[in-house]
């Protein structure tokens, strides 16, 4: 089943900052992000982590911030990397929505 076939919420255009760090190897790694949904993100990422690494991230817009426990669920080479989000606590969730809630404003960043 290809990618976009298994996708169960929809992806939107979003541009943010964001860090990852992968705790066993205790690599960080700047990015940025390029696609949301209320459950992951796609990272711009030219070395990205293998599948099923299992890493923190903090995505930044302006002052508000995100952060979660992750899982990489796909990694293209010299691409980038999709993530799910791991039980984000209700404050990050919060933020997630808000930055949501914006895109779904905005007809033009859904992603088919």
Known sequence: MREEQRRRNPRYAFIASAEVF???????????????????????MLNPFPEDTIALVKISVGKTVFESKVRVVYAHSNLGVGLVFLDPDPKNVEVLKSWIDEAESDPARLIP
């Not at 992968?22 to 992951?40: C, D, F, N, W, Y």
């Open 22 to 44: 992968e705790p066993v190897t205790k690599m960080h790694i700047a990015s940025r992000v390029s696609e949301l949904s209320v459950q992951g993100c796609y990272l711009d």
